[in-house]
DNA sequence: GATCCTCGAGTTCC
DNA sequence: CTCGAGGATC
């Protein structure tokens, strides 16, 4: 049967299109694309391949792992192959790859009728695959992957990882032994050597998988020892007498060498639904790894079923690799637009192509500053590469140079702001740009409101910003104060604003006539004094009386407040427009509460941090009983730190706990712990 | 003077 | 959540 002119000039482009990426990709440790759209690349050569299998040459990609080793660095032969494994992306793919199994094996007997097969799972770190070899229980060689036959010989700088032994201890050391296994960085590890990279001027890495590809390929091994580099074991090549009878009794036996092995996440499954149930359980808490994965592999644990299975090509059929959806994309970069902030901070924000990324629609992503867009080199019009990082918020890595359109502009930063007109200021060593307009600048005006409404603040639940928006627009309110001269008839008549909405909002109004003092100067929106400082203030004076009347010694006398923030509150005060707004405020009826000093209780001196989603408590809540037992709530995790609270959906923070030791509890251990403190 | 610890500010999507 | 920067501490 002839194949259609059309399939073999798209395999061709394909290829040639796959090898461009592979060079860069594993020769400069640039990407040119990012790994979904690889990926689909790759994909849809394998179909094309499967459907026309005529089309495949020995050059093809698909025959090959990656491309040419370095001339620097000398090369090795592996005495076994090192293979790579197929891919799965849907619960269907992975029904199918165990129906496959256990049909070759029931078969051939190895498995009875009704039986499910019983898998390995583990997790498959996004790093560099290695082979290490020891001999006589020594380290003699460790290669790269390379094309899968030969790799680079990286021994002196795989020296350099702490993690792996230079000699195997223990008993019954093998005559020869290679290690498989991944080379890659913690995430923690990871941004500390690009925050110290940065400082000494010097390039800062895409991601963890860059990072450790780089710190690898240096020829001065000097050069690897600084890099933070892991190592965990998952396999092996060569081996001479072969103890176990299954790979996971094989992983035990290695790890009993002395070797690295990513034992806690391991876990034994059986059939397709014990697969799926891993792969769930894995993707929910992904995000609490500390390093970063790309998915998962099972692989069939009997031994000699392993072999009875053999290999398709270049990958085992007795293994699949389940991956997670991609976290990253490419995707246009439209325009940068800048948005304007309560304290007039200049904010460009990119305009992008929508694109799905990590299971939702990204259209904006924060650029922070203009040093960050020449940090790292992004311009209207590039491709570029877009991650939703461990939490939920977009970001824009890097532009695909390779695909910058001759057109593409640099941002250039406004010099009036785009609201008001007024001139943009930007002080010698700082990084954000600022409107200079203050209260006159209606975003500034707009986001102040906000803010004051905000829960912290005074907590005028239907205050958001759309109603913030028309009411500052048309004029009726121009400051805090006006706020509370709003009828529900003059509400009724806003888009949006039924009578019910009009009469819940006028209330919620009067209920915030009776705040804490604490949350009436956060409200006010002094700079450099946010929720904590306030409060502290208000204990400290008592009175808005006393704060607006306190001089810079008074305010220097206040823990936590130096200087700078002294300097902020004085000019605060000293705008007979401020002034004005506190008088208007008590006029209509706004009378802050005493602030309740914290008892010296149970849990005085602890300082805890929450993370996660409890079952019962929400965030405030348990913040505001740790308070009330004197204890203290912090908002990043250090040594200081005496107790984690934990919930759902726990991230660094539970990582960072459980870096430095600290204790970690879930929402019972804190309910035991105040009951305890309270008795 | 350097380092560590907190706080403040800004932000995305559903 | 993360970054930058202010304040405290050694």
């Known amino acids: 049967m ?20 592979n060079h860069a990709y594993y020769v400069f440790d640039q990407p040119v694309v990012s790994d979904a759209h690889y990926d ?4 849809e050569l394998q179909d094309l391949e499967l459907a026309h299998p005529e089309l495949v040459t020995a ?5 090959r792992v990656g491309a040419a080793p370095l001339a620097a660095f000398g090369s090795v032969t592996h005495s076994v192959p090192m293979l790579s494994l197929g891919n799965a992306f849907d619960d269907d793919e992975v029904r199918a790859f165990d129906k496959r199994v256990a049909d070759t ?7 009875q009728p009704g039986e499910a097969v019983e898998y390995f799972c583990e997790l498959k770190l996004d790093g560099l695959a290695m082979s290490i070899r020891y001999e006589s229980g020594q380290l003699v060689q460790a290669a790269t992957r390379g094309d899968g036959q030969t790799g680079e010989d990286v021994t002196a700088n795989i020296r350099t990882i702490r993690s792996i032994p230079l000699a195997l201890r223990g008993d019954g050391i093998p005559p020869v032994l290679e290690v498989r296994g991944e080379v890659f960085m913690n995430l923690a590890e990871f941004d500390r050597l690009n925050d110290a990279q940065r400082a000494r001027d010097e390039k ?12 690898l390929r240096q020829l001065d091994p000097r050069v690897t020892a600084q890099r933070p580099l892991r190592f965990f074991a998952y396999g092996w090549g060569e081996v001479g007498e072969n103890p176990a009878l299954r790979h996971g009794d094989m992983l035990d036996w290695l790890a009993s060498l002395g070797l690295p092995v990513n034992t806690g996440q391991h876990v034994i499954a059986q059939g397709a639904e014990g697969l799926l149930a891993y792969y769930r359980d894995v993707a929910a808490r992904r995000d609490r790894l500390p390093y970063d994965i790309d998915g998962v592999v099972y692989k069939v644990n009997d031994l000699a079923a392993q072999r009875t299975l053999g290999f398709v090509a270049r990958a085992p059929r007795f293994a699949i690799a389940h991956k997670f959806p991609a976290q990253e994309a490419t995707t246009k970069l439209l325009d940068i637009e800048v948005q304007v902030g309560r304290t007039g901070a200049i904010t460009p924000v990119a305009r992008l192509a929508p694109v799905f990324v990590g299971g939702v629609t ?3 992503a924060t650029l922070h ?3 960050e867009i020449n940090r790292k080199d992004v311009r209207i019009g590039d491709t570029v590469i877009v991650r939703r990082a461990g939490d939920v918020i977009p970001e824009v890595v890097a532009p695909v140079l390779g695909q910058r359109p001759t057109d593409a502009r640099r941002f250039v930063m406004v010099s009036a702001c785009p609201v008001c007109g007024s001139a943009i200021e930007r002080l010698e060593d700082e990084t954000i740009a600022r409107c200079t307009g203050g209260l006159f600048c209606p975003a500034q005006r707009k986001q102040s409101l906000v803010h004051a409404a905000g829960r912290k603040a005074l907590d005028i639940e239907g205050l958001g910003d759309k109603l913030v928006e028309q009411l500052v627009d048309r004029g009726r309110i121009r400051s805090l104060a006006d706020v509370f001269g709003l009828s529900v008839d003059e509400l009724a008549e806003y888009d949006r604003m039924g009578r019910k909405s009009a009469e819940n909002l006028v209330t919620a109004i009067d209920q915030a006539r009776k705040p804490t003092l604490g949350r009436l100067i956060f409200a006010l929106g002094i700079r450099h004094v946010g929720e904590t400082t306030a409060r502290d203030l208000a204990l400290h004076f008592g009175s808005i009386e006393s704060l607006m009347a306190a001089d810079l010694d008074a305010l220097l006398a206040v823990s936590d407040v130096g200087p700078v923030v002294a300097g902020s509150i004085l000019r605060f005060f000293a705008e007979p427009h401020n002034i004005e707004i506190v008088r208007a405020l008590q006029a209509g009826g706004v009378e802050p509460q005493a602030e309740e000093a914290p008892r010296t209780l149970g849990l005085a001196g602890k300082t805890f941090v929450l993370t996660g989603t409890l079952p019962v408590w929400s965030r405030e809540q348990a913040s505001a009983e740790i308070v009330s037992a004197g204890g203290k709530v912090s908002g990043s995790v250090s040594r200081k730190t005496n107790f984690v609270v934990a919930g759902e959906d726990a991230g660094s923070k539970l990582a960072k706990a459980q870096e430095l030791g600290v204790t970690v509890l879930d929402e019972d251990g804190l309910r035991a712990l105040l009951a305890q403190a309270s008795a």
């Open 40 to 43: 689909r690349l790759m994909r």
């Open 369 to 371: 500053n203009e040093d």
């Open 204 to 215: 800062v890495f895409v991601n963890p998988r860059n990072a450790a590809a780089g710190s």
């Open 2 to 21: 002839a194949v259609d002119p059309a399939s073999a000039e798209r395999a061709a482009w394909l290829r040639a299109e796959i090898d461009r990426h």
């Open 105 to 111: 094996l029931r078969a051939a007997g190895r498995l």
């Open 362 to 364: 990204v259209t904006n």
């Open 59 to 63: 050059a093809s990609p698909t025959q």
